[in-house]
């Protein structure tokens, strides 16, 4: 079942841009789907066997404590 979906002219003419000559505007947001999700799970991992992933989490505890505190 096909389903519209309304967007501005600036975000038509952006996709419009981002389209292959050959690719509907479905294919189109497919592709562009698939790569951000490619791009998700290239980052998975990144911080493993880094101390990074600690100290982003105490980073988030501090700044809820000092949220609360005022």
Known sequence: MSKSIPV???????LAALKGDDETFDELL???MR???????????RWAGTD??????EAREEMKRDVGAR
């Open 52 to 57: 990074a992933a600690d100290s982003a989490r």
């Open 30 to 32: 497919l592709r562009l």
């Open 8 to 14: 501005d002219e600036d975000t038509h003419a952006a």
């Open 35 to 45: 790569e951000h999700r490619e791009s998700v799970h290239e980052g998975t991992g």
